[in-house]
């Protein structure tokens, strides 16, 4: 058995992007992004709190399927 040699490539940063001649830009990954990736402090707050209020429901709701089925 030999060792094949395979051409190193250098990692593709999900960050990079390519303009077409539509002027239309395309990330790593081939496709154009679909949302706006700016976001600012009240966003990113806001997003914080629906994400931490979700587990409180979760847990709120099967604490209380738990004491009903008993």
Known sequence: MGSIM????????PHDTVDT???EIIN???HR????????????CGMA????NAWVAIGTSLNVA?????
Do not use: M, N
């Open 49 to 52: 709190l629906t994400v931490d």
């Open 6 to 13: 395979k051409e190193e490539k250098p990692p593709i940063s």
């Open 33 to 44: 992004d679909q949302l706006d990736r700016q976001y600012g402090i009240l966003s990113i």
């Open 66 to 70: 738990i004491c009903e089925s008993q």
């Open 28 to 30: 790593a990954s081939g």
């Open 21 to 23: 001649a539509e002027g």
